[in-house]
């Protein structure tokens, strides 16, 4: 809203640069006096999709018709919009504001364009508003527009108080996008295979599609394994050396995904399979690369997946299982945690991992979960030394499945074993087949409910 009691003021100034501004003084009089009549500038605002020319939200307000005195007779007024871009500057001299030129068709008066001033009034009832029309390739983000509506009376003899009027309107712009990842939105899945067993639950192996924006109709976005120049594009990017998935070695049973209207992502997520383990090599890592179909989304045609959306990818590491399936028979000394220190992806206020280094299985905090899916923690044990195996103690909750990863230098991690829990409340043992040599251990944490606990870890050696 402008304070319009300041206009002689800003206008007497406008007069005096308005060579410098390139305006014409009538110019500057006509917008002053026209927008003064008015007690306040409409402000409009929407949201929108310029690839769909479609509006997720719009808020309009308009103004009325004005008649110098009243009349004998109804007059009719029409509004139409004017892209003169001197009208524009005048408006933004006059109050010292930077809104752009108006592009052609981007608005449009609402219905007729035409409104009805009653006979001896001197206001029409009806306001005269504007609507985004043609939003077509608008640029992404924010911009708010001075929009000149010139209004003409049909009526003969009858005057209007003010042939122009300005609405702002702001408009948030942002294409949709479709994309693929899990169901947390990772664009890798991280899955490991130990003896032929899959060390990962095959909920994790679930591949979602997403908006970044809900819309009015659901979506259809079908899938298909991508060949091996993605593999290679991924390696040569992110200095990595996966091969690709051999030849059958895995499936997408349900090719494409539904996205419901006026959500964000798919109901269900497709599955990758691997029907046959043995074709993956011991000590090996691959990659699978995943990617949206050309044409591949049905139901909203006009939109096509974007390059950096519309992959993902399924990276495997393949090892032997260096955990002891007994769960049991881990002898040797309990190692010294003075110089240990954990760290973790996902904490619930008030029980740190920390708490699981302190105290012994009696103590009334340990760490906890927020709720996240697969949490991780990173063991730096201080100094690299030779492990046994771990002792950890429930909190609060049984403890089924866990990736063990180690590392020399907390960087670069090597995979360890998949252990398998008892659903004990008790002391869980994790025995290493052949000790370990290393200074740091990840703990990723795949079978448990979906709040997860540890009161301590000890190690042993």
């Known amino acids: 809203m402008k304070v319009y009691s300041l206009i002689a003021v800003l206008f007497c100034?406008?007069?005096?640069?308005?060579?410098?501004?390139?305006?014409?003084?009538?110019?500057?009089?006509?917008?002053?006096q026209s927008v003064s009549l008015y007690d306040e500038i409409p402000v409009c605002s929407a949201t929108v999709i310029p690839n769909m020319n479609y509006a997720v939200k719009n808020r309009i307000k308009g103004f009325p018709a004005l008649l110098a005195s009243q009349f004998s007779a109804d007059v009719t007024v029409t509004a139409t919009i004017s892209t003169d871009k001197k009208l524009v500057e005048a408006y933004n001299n006059l109050n010292h504001d930077h809104y752009p030129a108006l592009p052609e068709n981007l608005f449009k008066i609402v219905g007729s364009g035409q409104v009805v001033i009653k006979?001896?009034?001197?206001?029409?009832?009806?306001?005269?508003?504007?609507?985004?029309?043609?939003?077509?390739?608008?640029?992404?983000?924010?911009?708010?527009?001075?929009v000149p509506v010139v209004l003409q009376s049909s009526t003969a003899g009858a005057v209007l108080a003010s042939k122009l009027m300005f609405i702002l309107?702001?408009?948030?712009?942002?294409?949709?996008?479709?994309?693929?990842?899990?169901?947390?939105?990772?664009?890798?899945?991280?899955?490991?295979?130990?003896?032929?067993?899959?060390?990962?639950?095959?909920?994790?192996?679930?591949?979602?599609?997403?908006?970044?924006?809900?819309?009015?109709?659901?979506?259809?976005?079908?899938?298909?394994?991508?060949?091996?120049?993605?593999?290679n594009a991924y390696n040569t990017a992110n200095n990595?050396?996966?091969?690709?998935?051999?030849?059958?070695?895995?499936?997408?049973?349900?090719?494409?995904?539904?996205?419901?209207?006026?959500t964000l992502v798919s109901t269900n997520g497709i599955p990758v399979r691997l029907p046959d383990l043995s074709l993956f090599t011991v000590g090996t890592t691959y990659l699978l690369a995943v990617r949206i179909k050309d044409n591949g989304i049905i139901g909203i045609p006009q939109i096509n997946a974007s390059n950096g959306s519309n992959i993902m990818y399924v990276a495997l590491t393949v090892g032997v299982n260096?955990?002891?399936?007994?769960?049991?028979?881990?002898?040797?000394?309990?190692?010294?945690?003075?110089?240990?220190?954990?760290?973790?992806?996902?904490?619930?206020?008030g029980y740190p991992e920390a708490n699981m280094l302190v105290g012994d299985t009696t103590t009334t905090k340990g760490w906890f979960s927020s709720g996240g899916k697969n949490p991780k923690l990173v063991l730096d044990i201080g100094a690299s030394n030779t492990v046994k195996g771990f002792n950890l103690f429930p909190f609060y909750s049984a403890i089924t499945g866990i990736t063990l990863e180690y590392s020399t230098n907390g960087a670069v991690f090597k995979p360890l074993g998949y252990w398998v829990g008892n659903g004990s409340a008790n002391t869980q043992t994790i025995k290493f087949t052949t000790p370990v040599t290393a200074r740091y251990f990840k703990f990723i944490i795949t079978g448990a409910p979906h709040y997860v606990g540890i009161a301590q870890l000890n190690g042993i050696n």
């Open 119 to 146: 006979a001896g009034h001197t206001r029409s009832v009806d306001s005269i508003q504007v609507q985004l029309n043609n939003f077509t390739g608008l640029p992404t983000g924010i911009q708010t527009y001075a």
């Open 240 to 262: 990595t050396n996966y091969l690709p998935f051999p030849s059958g070695a895995y499936q997408l049973p349900q090719g494409s995904v539904t996205i419901p209207a006026h």
């Open 322 to 349: 260096n955990i002891d399936a007994s769960n049991s028979g881990l002898n040797g000394t309990t190692m010294d945690r003075t110089k240990w220190n954990i760290t973790t992806n996902d904490t619930y206020p």
């Open 13 to 32: 100034t406008c007069l005096l640069s308005c060579k410098k501004d390139k305006l014409n003084s009538d110019s500057l009089a006509y917008v002053s």
């Open 169 to 231: 309107f702001t408009i948030s712009s942002n294409n949709l996008v479709v994309s693929i990842a899990d169901t947390s939105g990772n664009k890798v899945i991280s899955v490991a295979l130990f003896n032929n067993r899959l060390g990962n639950n095959l909920a994790n192996m679930n591949i979602f599609g997403f908006l970044n924006s809900a819309i009015l109709q659901s979506a259809q976005v079908s899938l298909e394994g991508a060949d091996a120049s993605y593999v």
